[in-house]
């Protein structure tokens, strides 16, 4: 009789514990890596979507408010920054063109507007604002060339952009939200005839807001419910736009005043 050979066992292929142990763990490694890849790309492209709709949102809005100011000189006569303006608050009148059938603007200036743009400042977990309220005109001009508007009554009130605070500056100061320039005067130092007053101008009285013909508008924004912690490792922006309220270039000369609206 033949010996039975039976079949040697160490050849055959397999893993151990171990092997399959470290398998496990490499793979679940790799899977984790994936996933905080993919968590990572998404919340990255969800802060570049947001910076850029808040962007495109806030010069949209700061655009609007420059073409306001840009129609304030409704008249020769009529001075369009008013009193009670100040660095949140900002206080003109300004013509809108009524609109068509198709809602486009027509050639005729007959709407005149009292309009106050409204900076409220963050408050704990309520985001800063920027409002604006508008009152339409009682009248065209009086005896006095002045409009009547009637502000006791409930204006017209429209939310502009949430998640609004003060520029900080590079000395670490707050700039404020609305700025005013006037022309220089003989009274100051060194007046430089025809060029604006460099300093912020702040209109107490009714005789000095009658001078103002600039006003600058700057603020920083952040994407809504982000103000404070936007953007780890990233910064707000700042937009800032100014608006000349004048007719005809200004004058050199002494003898001119410079008044805003002046043709």
């Not at 993919?38 to 979507?49: G, K, P």
């Not at 129609?71 to 008013?82: D, H, K």
């Not at 709407?111 to 309520?126: E, N, R």
């Not at 809504?224 to 910064?235: L, N, Q, T, Y």
Request: proline share 6%.
């Amino acid at each position: 009789m033949t010996a039975s050979h039976q079949p040697a066992l160490r050849n055959e292929d397999g893993l151990t514990l171990i092997e399959l142990l470290i398998g496990l763990v490499v793979g679940m490694v790799v899977t984790l890596a994936a996933f905080a890849l993919l968590e990572f790309t998404t919340n990255d492209v969800s802060r570049i979507t947001a910076r850029t709709h808040a962007t495109q949102v806030a010069r949209i809005q700061v655009e609007k408010l420059m073409l306001q100011l840009h129609s304030a000189c409704v008249a020769v006569t009529i001075n369009p920054i008013l009193l009670g303006s100040n660095a949140t608050e900002l206080k003109f009148i300004s013509e809108s063109s009524p609109l068509n059938a198709n809602k486009e603007p027509v050639s005729s200036l007959n709407s005149v507007h009292l309009h106050k743009i409204i900076y409220t400042p963050p408050s704990g977990k309520v985001e800063g604002l920027l409002t604006e309220q508008s009152w339409p005109s009682l009248s065209s001009l009086n005896s006095n060339k002045e409009f009547l508007f009637a502000e006791g009554e409930k204006p017209t009130e429209r939310r502009l952009l949430k998640g609004v605070t003060r520029t900080i500056n590079a000395e670490g100061k707050e700039e404020p939200v609305f700025q005013y320039y006037r022309y220089y005067r003989e009274s100051d130092t060194k007046p430089l005839f025809g060029q604006l007053y460099p300093t912020t101008y702040v209109p107490s009285t009714t005789v000095e807001a009658e001078r103002i013909a600039k006003v600058t508008v700057g603020f920083t924004v952040t994407p809504e419910g982000a103000e404070g912690h936007f953007a780890k490792g990233d910064r707000a922006f700042a937009i800032e736009d100014s608006a000349v309220l004048r007719l005809s270039p200004s004058s050199e000369a002494a003898s001119s005043p410079n008044q805003p609206c002046a043709q």
